[in-house]
């Protein structure tokens, strides 16, 4: 027996993991609705810092152009120790590689980086539903029915909670949110105007008056985001001329044009489950950080990133499982950036300098799944790579003015690297369901040939960067992950990892 639903999936909350989540499902052809409890977009800056890997999340999405254009490189910090101003570099520019495209973080304003994904919706055919909430949900082994606040009620295969720290999707579903919250521990966030403050440095006064107090100029306008330690016993005054009065009391800088206030409390908490049946959590909803290190928005994102492709392959008919492997993967990420997050906040919490600096770890490039339920400890592996590892770029040439192998990867399918004579022999071996994402093969080369379905590796990078040294079969995810590596028994190798990922062989299973 099967049930009809209204849509796929309904995500609530159109923050910037519940939109990630909706456009990649709309790309796979899937029914979203996208509802928020919110009569409209946020306007404000919260979240300000797009990591590397998140970027290259935005370029498959076809949107990092825009990101781009909105945002900019994070400036100096500049000190403020009374008279003297000392510089410093918190964030490591790191260099363009062939490998690495995108390796600096990028500032920019979470009102920008949400209306960027909101306007990808947009063309995309969806409308995001402001000031609808859900109310209240039931789901059987068939799917989800949610009632909105509308009193409309929808059946759904999936329901997403995107909708934050105070989710109501997870408390309904009665997951725990484990650990603490410091309610004596508050800072006031403001956006606003300036006058004659520099903009080419994130300006810092570590101890005026007895509190920390700091100001980011927001790329592309007139603002900064202004941050105030607030003493534990201090009210959190938002009108708008106590504010000004206080700012320009701490640090001598007139302040205006308010157009955003937050007090945030940081929390540092997991869920002990990403999935009840049908229901799953992302974002904020999952896990929640201190500000340090600019984490929390994209470890989000990353969320909805490995979601999104399980979805449509199990809504495809793939094994349900492959959608246990969502919490295998991801609750572990987010364990780490959680502890990370909380070491660099406790760190500025007294005053350490080596606490600004930024690194490999927070640029999240360096996510593996290995020994995930999807990247056995036994798999095969390169010189530089194993099975769960990201798929690095590289330089190669191709049909369609293709030049980088993210050009070849952009978009919702599987990709399939054949290195070598036998590997590329193999490749007419192996089947592939007509059902779920498609899969697009390439045999990797470095002669001339003319043939459509090859990458020409004339400079021998792409080769150098993934490690091979033997014919070799490398299955990347949709998701820009290495799903196998395979160097022998290719069609036993190959099918083992297709069982897991894709729906059943059918008659109409098309030659790889």
């Not at 979240?47 to 254009?69: H, I």
């Not at 309610?183 to 006064?205: C, P, Q, V």
Request: aromatic share 8%; proline share 5%.
């Amino acid at each position: 027996m099967t049930k009809q639903h209204d849509i796929d999936v309904l995500i609530v909350g159109a923050g910037p993991s519940g939109s990630t989540l909706a456009a990649d499902l709309l790309r796979r052809g899937l029914r979203v609705r996208l509802v928020d409890k919110a009569p409209h977009a946020f306007k404000g800056s919260r979240a300000k810092g797009l990591q590397p890997r998140t970027q290259e999340v935005f370029e498959d999405l076809g949107v990092l152009g825009e990101a781009f254009a909105e945002g900019g490189p994070y400036p100096l910090a500049g000190f403020h120790l009374g008279p003297i101003t000392i510089p410093w570099r918190m964030q490591k520019q790191s260099k363009v590689m062939p490998a690495v495209p995108y390796p600096n973080i990028l500032l920019i304003a979470q009102h920008r980086t949400d209306a960027i994904l909101h306007r990808l919706l947009v063309r995309l055919g969806l409308r995001i539903e402001f000031d609808t909430a859900l109310v209240s949900f039931e789901q059987d082994a068939y799917g989800v029915t949610a009632t909105l606040s509308s009193g409309e009620t929808v059946t759904s295969r999936y329901l997403i909670g995107a909708d934050g720290g105070s989710s109501t999707i997870r408390k309904a579903a009665g997951i725990r949110f484990v650990g603490e919250t410091d309610n004596s521990d508050r800072t006031l966030i403001i956006d606003g105007t300036i006058d004659e403050l520099s903009r080419n440095r994130w300006h810092m006064w570590p101890r005026t008056y007895g509190k920390s107090v700091g100001a980011c100029p927001l790329p592309n306008s007139n603002q900064f985001q202004v941050m105030i330690r607030l003493n534990a016993d201090e009210s959190s005054d938002l009108d708008e001329a106590a504010m000004a009065d206080q700012f320009k009391t701490l640090t001598g800088y007139h302040l205006h044009d308010i157009t955003w206030t937050s007090v945030f409390r940081p929390n540092v908490r997991l869920v002990e489950n990403y999935r009840v049946g049908g229901v799953f959590l992302i974002g904020d909803a999952a896990h929640v950080h201190t500000p340090a290190g600019a984490q929390g928005l994209n470890t989000g994102v990353q969320d909805a990133y490995n979601l999104g492709w399980k979805l449509g392959q199990v809504i495809a008919g793939a094994p349900d499982c492959l959608l246990d492997s969502y919490q295998a993967e991801r609750q572990p990420i987010a364990a780490r950036v959680l502890g990370k997050s909380s070491e660099l906040y406790s760190g500025l919490d007294k005053h350490r300098l080596s606490s600004l600096k930024r690194g490999d770890e927070e640029r999240q490039l360096l996510i593996s799944y290995y020994a995930g339920p999807l990247a056995h400890i036994d798999t095969p592996a390169t010189k530089t790579l194993k099975a769960g590892d990201r798929a690095p770029d590289a330089t190669c040439t191709g049909s369609d003015g293709v030049q980088r192998l993210f050009d070849v990867l952009q978009g919702p399918h599987f990709t399939l690297l054949a290195f070598g004579t036998n590997a590329s022999l193999a490749l007419s071996e192996l089947t592939w369901p007509t059902s779920g994402a498609q899969l697009r093969s390439y045999s990797v080369v470095t002669g001339n040939q003319a043939d459509e379905n090859c990458l020409h590796d004339t400079t021998g990078k792409l080769a150098s960067i993934y490690g091979i040294s033997c014919d070799t079969l490398v299955l990347i995810r949709p998701d820009g992950y290495i799903g196998s590596i395979i160097t022998t028994d290719w069609l036993t190798a190959f099918d083992n990892i297709a069982k897991m990922i894709t729906p059943p062989l059918t008659s109409t299973a098309h030659m790889v």
